[in-house]
Protein backbone atom coordinates (compact mmCIF):
# COMPACT_ATOMS: atom_id res chain seq x y z
CA UNK A 1 0.00 0.00 0.00
CA UNK A 2 1.44 3.21 -0.86
CA UNK A 3 0.07 6.67 -1.54
CA UNK A 4 1.26 10.38 -3.40
CA UNK A 5 1.14 13.15 -0.71
CA UNK A 6 2.12 16.95 -1.17
CA UNK A 7 3.82 18.66 1.31
CA UNK A 8 6.20 22.11 0.52
CA UNK A 9 5.18 22.43 -2.53
CA UNK A 10 6.78 18.66 -3.62
CA UNK A 11 5.02 15.73 -3.98
CA UNK A 12 6.28 12.00 -3.12
CA UNK A 13 5.38 8.41 -3.13
CA UNK A 14 5.24 7.38 0.62
CA UNK A 15 4.90 3.46 1.78
CA UNK A 16 4.76 2.73 5.87
CA UNK A 17 8.38 3.07 6.95
CA UNK A 18 9.85 5.14 4.55
CA UNK A 19 12.18 8.24 5.89
CA UNK A 20 11.50 11.58 3.40
CA UNK A 21 13.61 14.49 3.73
CA UNK A 22 10.91 17.14 3.23
CA UNK A 23 10.63 21.01 3.43
CA UNK A 24 10.86 22.48 6.70
CA UNK A 25 7.61 21.31 8.94
CA UNK A 26 6.60 23.49 12.12
CA UNK A 27 6.87 20.48 14.41
CA UNK A 28 9.21 19.29 17.23
CA UNK A 29 11.24 16.40 17.31
CA UNK A 30 9.22 13.09 18.36
CA UNK A 31 5.96 14.58 17.26
CA UNK A 32 3.18 13.18 15.17
CA UNK A 33 2.08 15.31 11.92
CA UNK A 34 -0.74 14.40 9.43
CA UNK A 35 -0.13 14.97 6.26
CA UNK A 36 -3.62 15.60 5.12
CA UNK A 37 -3.12 16.26 1.06
CA UNK A 38 -3.01 12.91 -0.37
CA UNK A 39 -3.54 12.85 -4.05
CA UNK A 40 -3.56 9.13 -4.56
CA UNK A 41 -3.96 5.94 -2.91
CA UNK A 42 -3.10 2.48 -3.70
CA UNK A 43 -5.09 -0.07 -1.74
CA UNK A 44 -4.31 -3.76 -0.04
CA UNK A 45 -6.03 -4.94 -3.20
CA UNK A 46 -4.43 -3.22 -5.72
CA UNK A 47 -6.87 -0.63 -6.86
CA UNK A 48 -5.97 3.07 -7.30
CA UNK A 49 -7.89 5.89 -5.87
CA UNK A 50 -6.94 9.26 -7.58
CA UNK A 51 -8.46 12.20 -5.76
CA UNK A 52 -9.67 15.23 -7.39
CA UNK A 53 -7.78 16.85 -6.24
CA UNK A 54 -7.06 15.29 -3.09
CA UNK A 55 -8.52 11.61 -1.38
CA UNK A 56 -11.56 12.54 0.61
CA UNK A 57 -10.78 11.04 4.39
CA UNK A 58 -7.51 10.08 3.26
CA UNK A 59 -4.24 11.21 5.60
CA UNK A 60 -0.87 10.13 6.12
CA UNK A 61 0.56 9.82 9.82
CA UNK A 62 4.24 10.49 10.13
CA UNK A 63 6.52 11.01 12.98
CA UNK A 64 9.80 13.86 12.73
CA UNK A 65 12.68 12.32 13.06
CA UNK A 66 15.07 15.57 12.84
CA UNK A 67 15.13 18.86 12.01
CA UNK A 68 18.36 19.91 9.92
CA UNK A 69 19.87 22.14 7.34
CA UNK A 70 21.22 20.80 3.89
CA UNK A 71 24.68 21.20 2.89
CA UNK A 72 25.94 24.72 1.83
CA UNK A 73 25.21 25.62 -1.42
CA UNK A 74 27.88 28.61 -3.04
CA UNK A 75 25.05 31.50 -4.66
CA UNK A 76 27.98 33.67 -6.88
CA UNK A 77 27.32 36.74 -8.61
CA UNK A 78 29.22 38.58 -11.05
CA UNK A 79 29.23 41.06 -13.98
CA UNK A 80 32.45 41.01 -16.28
CA UNK A 81 34.34 44.15 -17.07
CA UNK A 82 32.42 45.83 -13.86
CA UNK A 83 34.29 44.40 -10.52
CA UNK A 84 30.87 43.45 -9.15
CA UNK A 85 31.02 40.22 -7.34
CA UNK A 86 28.88 38.49 -4.97
CA UNK A 87 29.56 35.64 -2.61
CA UNK A 88 26.54 34.13 -0.76
CA UNK A 89 25.94 31.06 1.50
CA UNK A 90 22.46 28.94 1.65
CA UNK A 91 21.47 25.92 3.55
CA UNK A 92 18.04 24.83 2.90
CA UNK A 93 16.07 23.75 6.26
CA UNK A 94 14.35 20.14 6.23
CA UNK A 95 12.40 17.87 7.94
CA UNK A 96 13.59 14.33 8.53
CA UNK A 97 10.11 12.14 8.96
CA UNK A 98 9.19 8.35 9.46
CA UNK A 99 5.76 7.80 7.69
CA UNK A 100 3.88 5.26 10.27
CA UNK A 101 -0.10 4.54 9.07
CA UNK A 102 -1.77 5.89 5.88
CA UNK A 103 -5.10 6.29 6.48
CA UNK A 104 -7.51 5.56 3.07
Known sequence: MYAVVLTGGKQYRVQEGD??????????????????????????????????????????????VAQGKAKKIIVFKYKRKKDYRRKQGHRQPF????????EA
Open 19 to 64: VLFVEKLNAEVDSTVELNEVLAVSKADGELVVGKPVVEGAKVVAKV
Open 95 to 102: TKILVEKI
